[in-house]
């Protein structure tokens, strides 16, 4: 997460304070408060100028202002559309506060009626008018209103280590690094250096057509700076940078901003949580403009303020707009936000965007180092209502024309680049090359990967994840494990990983071993996946449990709560064959060979037989699997474990099949077993969003003992997950066909930020709710049939596992999220089955999550 290069508003105000200190002498400071003289309400953006000069502030959106006024005046002036200029006298040489209390102009503002002593309302008021006529022309004002357009669009992204001062620059550890700031450009208005550290450009060819519904993008040319592939994933990085500097388009009810959703000041309901004030008249160009200016009703909430200038021609377009957020929004780590959004006349009257620039910077603190980014786009050589082929419009959303990656010539991109690099920018391919060639980056690189990712690369080889080093629990006692796995450096297509670990209480080895062959040439870790897998694991395993993104002996996941002292040992032999898609639709081919064996207190014992057969009777089975899954338009950043999803408004489908196979290699049960997920988050705009997982599954065959059926996610620990039960315990629900539904909705602070006590800390209030139907038929259930294993008992002889019976399983919880910006406190209610042993009824449940 870097960027930005501090914004234009930024480096004119950086300006105005140096020339400040050296005139203070010769002038004479005034700050005050402006307010509307009926009803008491601040009057935001108001123009305060010196008169027979052109020097002038505004206030800000709170209504206050600052002005130096010089030795030679004495008076200033104070300036707002739809009231009464007024003006004051200064006393030279002392500083002083002027407050001022304006009159609406009853003569310009004839229609408004003022009743009594009203605070600021939409009802009667020329702005929030204005915007509505802004509103009811959206459609018509955008580019999809035509049968087809295209343009040409150059795209930039860079980033740069921001607000570094002298000191942290002449530390010893930059001593190697000192080429990175020579640049003039390098070094920001308050004397405080930036260090250029990331660059993207993108020249791409845009089709849309109105019917049927198509944005069509080809990539003509693409250029990024690359860092080791062995630290980084280069791909997932601009991905993630293009996720947190996304397009902005004016016109859309919500604007992407650092990963969440600001409501546009033109949304359809904008009106409700906006208050509007018209600025300005501009008669200066044709057609007139009318300067509208904006600010959120609840300075927390996710909205930006700015103005806009909207055209008086009939059309009320944007002609352009300029866009940034109040200091109390409840967004985190942002320290600054600008973004600018140009429009050009066309031939046919109406306004196209033409330039976008969105500059953001991110920092821990005020006066602490941060990371700033700028994101330019612009557009160029429309063409409206030009018919083209299907075959324009075809296939993926996004399309290579040619290879572009391979256009990384700097002479071809002076040539078609439309708008020149910053002199700091022009460095930043060079500059990124030269540091993979110093030591002390390359080991700074490895250690923080070490630190965050787990993995330390020595070599061809890459050793960890170190969280699986060292854990512990009952079956194991404590236990040791140390593995690793080899690099490109080794081989391109080649990949082998292995692993031992020793449990001091059961005393027995557990090891992995397995070796990958890449069939597209690429990593078997990058985008797309194309490779053939065969490994083999014997280690410890907890029944049911399947957790996605972290690995069941992470330190972490050691400590649970109430009995956890029934596992699996298993055997595991494995062959898969994966292939993804540009397109993201992805198929696996599997072939599963397994011996399991009870562990700790758990037993199988077949129902009939009890009492007559060994109690730790192993389980054998064979099986042939196939999954299936597509997820239009999925961005990711690619780790050394896993990937880390970037959710988008698309939704993702699922699909998996396994075949028990009786009788080959072993295999002691022969049954069909279907499973379908779909995941889909919807944005709710200034209430959140919300994250929708339903599922189901069914698994045809008879006499199936309840290891092989499906055993529900349970959670035992006391971090919150989301896609297990967090009040079920382990073992506790089997079923051979069941459906669920899981709701995790995240409403951003919406209710938080209305009250007064709690908006500062800038919480964010989370909800969910799961349910969980199914059950069990009488061929499968232990309690119906004799040739299947008893379920699990405890000390007692007490059932602890059971089939869902009429009334779905159901919890829910109450969070409140963003404490401390990271951590995450649930309140966790089970609403049923709770005459089952040992199950809690409440429960607090921890998750730490970075977020913006």
Known sequence: MLK????????????????????????????????????????????????????????????????????????????????????????????????????????????????????????????????????????KNQAGNYATVEYEQYEKISLALSNLSENFRSKRIFRNYQFLFTDPDSTDQDGKSRLPAYMEEKLSQFYIRKNPATKKQWVKANRRAEFDPRFIDNKGLSKYFNRLYADINIYDNNLFIATNMLLSPIANTAPTFYKYFIRDTIKTQTPWLIELGFVPRNKTDLLFEG??????????????AYLTVNKDINLNYLRDLEARIEFEKSIDGRYHLSKTTLGIEFALG?????????????????EINTTRPDSVYAGPLVEMVDNPDERQNEAYWNLIRPIPLEKSESVIYKNVDTLQTIPSFRRTMSYATLLIAGYKTVGPLEIGPVNTFYSFNPVEGFRLRFGGRTTTEFSKRMYFETYAAYGFKD????????????????????????????????????????????????????????????????DIYRIEYISEFENHFSYKLGFTQWNQRPAGILQYIPVAQEGNLPTNTDLNNTELNIELRYAPNEQFYQGKLYRTPLFNKYPIFTVRYGAGLKGFLGGENQYHNFNANIFKRAYLSQFGYMDLTAEGGYVIGKNIPFPLLTIHRANQTYAYQLNSYNLMNFLEFVSDHYASINVQYY???????????????????????????????????????????????????????YALGNVPYMEGSIGVANIFKILRLDLVKRFNYLNHPNVAEWGIRGRFRFDF
């Open 4 to 139: 930005s290069l501090i914004t234009h508003v930024t480096l004119l105000l950086g300006i105005a304070l140096l020339s400040l200190g050296r005139s203070m002498a010769q002038s004479t400071q005034v700050k005050g408060v402006i307010t509307d003289a009926r009803t008491g309400e601040t009057l935001p953006f108001v123009s305060v100028i010196i008169p027979g000069t052109t020097q002038g502030t505004s206030a800000d959106v709170d209504g206050k202002y600052v002005i130096a006024v010089p030795a030679t005046h004495s008076r200033i002036k104070f300036t707002y559309v739809g009231y009464q200029s007024i003006e004051k006298p200064v006393t030279q040489g002392a500083e002083q506060v002027i407050n001022i209390k304006m009159s609406v102009d009853a003569t310009m503002l004839t229609e408004v009626t003022v009743k009594g002593k009203s605070r600021y309302r939409n009802r009667d008021n020329p702005a929030v008018q204005l915007i509505r006529q802004v509103i009811d022309n959206k459609e």
């Open 366 to 382: 005020e006066n602490t180092p941060g990371i700033f980014g700028q994101r330019v786009v612009n557009l160029k050589n429309y």
């Open 307 to 320: 103005k806009l200038f909207v055209t008086l021609d009939g059309n009320f377009g944007v002609q352009n």
């Open 507 to 570: 005393e027995k080895w557990k090891y992995f071993l397995s070796g990958t062959y890449s069939l597209n040439n690429k990593s078997v870790y990058s985008f797309p996946l194309k490779y053939v897998r065969a490994s083999f694991q014997r280690d410890t395993k907890i029944p049911g449990q399947d957790l996605q993104f972290v690995q069941e002996d992470n330190f972490l996941l050691s400590f649970k709560r109430g009995q956890n002292n029934r596992w699996l040992y298993n």
């Open 747 to 801: 409403m951003n602070g919406f209710l938080f930020n209305k009250i007064p006590l709690l908006k500062k800390l800038k919480l964010r209030e989370v909800f969910s709710f799961k349910a969980l139907a199914g059950g069990l038929r009488d061929e499968n259930n232990p309690d119906k049939r004799a040739s299947v294993y008893r379920f699990p008992v405890d000390e007692q002889g007490k059932t602890i596992s």
